[in-house]
């Protein structure tokens, strides 16, 4: 099913623009949309609101202790969910880096695009126009108001869509990627869409936690992860052999583990611990789940 064949249900105003809602394909796409439609936790929102760039994945690099200053002062805790907003955007600026070479000529797209942090940083650093994809109406109102708030509206949009099935032509994209976002969809159907809308040479990337073959079966700290949020993370191996089927070689594969930990180990001496802090960090320390990017081109 193409995000062309889905039904209408129901119509949104946003900016003065009626935009069309689809139906969901399937019964969990509803509960995924619901889920983020409803979502509206201190830890997205609260970091988003340090710069106007809002995110829904986690961070790397070392934590700067020096812009933390003393925990005793009462600027500390605002100090501290600046720091872990600078983390986070500094995963996507790695991210971005991947992408190979991008002309404002270009088509971006961004599968699961949340609330539209990377696709500004993306337009902000290339030029190009920006296309994400994302279940929640919400979260893609709330992501084209943001992008009408900087005035990049002609070049960055969200719309509802599967990422299953879009609206894009073949080959329209010179790159695409899914930050965090991959682990609610079959891998073969979502890397056989990327290689349709990717043109040849074209670069896909993906930064995603997924669980580590080596340890066995998923721990019981990744089935705390799946269900907290309502996600199927798959296995490295699972990404490899999908995208080897579906023309997308990868390029570059990096364990960040060691330096998403971090921001973990600071997010969780913070006012804004969601409860999946711990299995995050004893997943990440136990060798049962890894946090890696993947660049593949496409062929």
């Known amino acids: 099913m193409t995000g062309t064949d889905l039904t209408t249900a129901a119509t949104a105003t946003s900016i003065g623009t009626s935009v069309f809602i689809p139906s969901p394909a399937t019964a969990y796409q509803g509960d995924i949309a619901r889920y983020w439609d409803h979502e509206a936790r201190p830890v997205n929102l609260r970091l988003g609101d340090v710069d106007g760039l809002y995110h829904h994945h986690y961070g790397i690099g070392e934590v700067d202790h020096s812009a933390l200053g003393d925990a005793g002062d009462s600027t500390y805790e605002k100090k501290l969910i600046a720091e872990l ?5 500094a995963q996507a600026e790695l991210l971005l880096d991947h992408l190979g070479d991008i002309s404002r000529d270009d088509t971006l797209v961004d599968a699961g695009c949340g609330r539209g942090g990377s696709m500004v940083m993306a337009h902000q650093r290339f030029g190009s126009k920006v296309e994400g994809v994302t279940l929640s109406a919400k979260q893609a109102e709330f992501a084209n108001h943001r992008a009408h708030e900087l005035g990049i509206e002609d070049h960055v949009r969200a719309r509802v869509c599967n990422m299953l099935g879009t609206p894009f032509e073949t080959g329209q994209a010179a790159a695409s990627w ?4 991959s682990m609610y969809v079959d891998l073969h159907d979502l890397f056989a869409e990327h ?9 896909y990337v993906t930064i995603t936690g997924c669980w580590n073959p080596r340890y066995g079966q998923p721990s019981k700290w990744v089935s705390q992860i799946n269900a907290h949020f309502e996600c199927n993370i798959h296995s490295r191996r699972e990404y490899l052999r ?7 070689v990868p390029q570059t594969v990096i364990d960040l583990t060691p330096d998403t930990l971090p921001y973990w180990e600071l997010r969780a001496t913070s006012s804004l611990v969601t409860g999946i802090e711990e299995a995050f960090i004893n997943s990440y320390k136990d060798g049962s789940f890894q946090y890696v990017l993947i660049a593949a081109d496409r062929i």
């Open 195 to 203: 290689s349709r809308i990717l043109k040849v040479g074209g670069r």
């Open 242 to 248: 999908a995208m080897a089927d579906n023309r997308l």
């Open 178 to 181: 899914n930050n965090e976002s």
């Open 85 to 89: 907003h600078r983390l986070e955007s």
